[in-house]
């Protein structure tokens, strides 16, 4: 018999799939939520329903492997961001989620003979949810999401276990998320951090479907298990908690057309590096638009940065620099005009955005108390609409542990 596995004796990798069942070939450690990453493999049995000469049952068979969504929730770290954001949000060119291999090691080892760990592997991300509270203390971001795994597999005695590099600072926190709320778009714009917005709950889901099962005596593993999987229309519930300093937020329910509202939501990190610039950035173009500054440095090409001022703040990306002259965001809409010759700009980086342009208003709450203050719950979907590609737009990149 080999060594107990003592109870933080644990660790997680991910990693994007070239395929379904192909290995992945490089790895990010991330440190999840203690027992929050239940990925198991999940079996449903038939039982035959026949007459046989006897009571009780005669035949039971495997009916199918792995059709369960399970949970995966990790505090969303800066190494991580970009992966989890385009697991869940971004669609490939098919339509279709891109797969992902999660590997959990055991670091102590059972014995000589016994596996390091388990490996799950054609992991597609269906649904997430994201809740930022702005309360009288700092919370870690955590990405709770669920996922569908295709093939449980063992990790081997033969394999070479990892050297952690797990992520050298803290995850994003509820204190450094900028939130731009706009409950109805006919009496309001967007612009900037909205300080009456004290919560936004984010729940997302792709509404996957599993599709085919075939005998596969070769692999057992993946013997019933799904072979495909099809993308319903992506559904978006927001619920944003606001201080009541505005009597629009107690009218939305008497509206003869559906309000539409607006969200972004930009993570910032506080060991990003800040810079500033009198250069103006204009909103309505997803052109590169050149900013100058001082220094650059702790700014990378592919960098997600925020941009602030009093006029509001901007999501967007590095696509060019030049060191210590300048630095050219685009290929996104920043949705507001800064001009940093009347009030000057703020660049941070290793960011992360989420953008919503339209949601419906679904319903309000009642009032009610939240320390000095009362709030209210507003409530809001946002669905594929016709003619548009997605309900939401996201900004994120892993930031390189070594900038850390």
């Excluded at 949000?89 to 014995?111: C, K």
């Excluded at 944003?240 to 329910?253: E, F, K, M, P």
């Amino acid at each position: 018999m080999g060594n107990n596995i003592k109870s933080q004796d644990i660790g997680y990798q991910i990693g994007a799939q070239s395929d379904r069942t192909t290995a992945a070939s490089t790895f990010i450690d991330f440190a999840p939520n203690a027992d929050a990453v239940g990925l198991t493999s999940v079996t449903d049995i038939v039982e035959y329903d026949t007459d046989h000469f006897d009571p009780g049952v005669k035949y039971t068979d495997l009916a199918s492997r792995n059709r369960s969504a399970l949970p995966y929730a990790t505090p969303l770290y800066p190494t991580i961001v970009g992966t989890l954001f385009n697991a869940v949000f971004i669609r490939n060119a098919a339509g279709d989620l891109d797969y992902h291999e999660i590997r959990r090691w055991w670091r102590s080892a059972i014995g000589g003979s016994e596996d390091k760990g388990e490996l799950f592997r054609g992991c597609i991300f269906d649904s997430v949810n994201l809740s930022i509270a702005r309360s009288d203390t700092n919370q870690p971001i955590v990405f709770d999401a669920q996922v569908m795994v295709n093939a449980k597999r063992r990790l081997l005695t033969g394999e070479t276990s990892p050297t952690p590099d797990l992520s050298k600072q803290p995850a994003y926190g509820s204190a450094g998320v900028l939130i731009d709320f706009v409950s109805d778009d006919t009496v309001d714009s967007l612009g900037g951090d909205d300080a009456v917005v004290r919560a936004v709950s984010f729940s997302f889901s792709n509404q996957v479907s599993l599709d085919g099962v075939e005998d596969n005596l070769a692999d057992p593993p993946l013997h019933r298990s799904w072979l495909t999987h099809v993308c319903g229309n992506p559904k978006l519930d927001v619920t944003v908690t606001c201080r009541i300093s505005d009597d629009n937020y107690l009218r939305l329910d008497e509206w003869t057309t559906v309000p539409k509202g607006k969200l972004r939501l930009a993570f910032t990190h506080p060991k990003g590096a800040s810079v500033t610039s009198v250069s103006t950035l204009s909103s309505g173009s997803t052109g590169n638009q050149t900013l100058l500054v001082a220094a650059t440095a702790g700014f990378v090409v592919g960098d997600t940065v925020v941009i602030k001022s009093t006029q509001g703040f901007a999501i967007s990306k590095i696509v060019s620099l030049v060191t210590d002259t300048s630095i050219t965001v685009g290929g996104y809409d920043p949705r507001v005009t800064l001009n940093g010759g009347t009030a000057e700009l703020t660049i941070r980086s290793m960011c992360a955005g989420l953008v919503v342009d339209a949601m419906d208003f679904k319903s309000r709450s009642s009032t009610k108390r939240a320390g000095a203050f009362q709030t209210i719950d507003l409530t809001y979907t946002a669905t594929l609409k016709a003619g548009a590609s997605f309900p939401l737009e996201i900004l994120a990149t892993d930031v390189a542990n070594s900038r850390l």
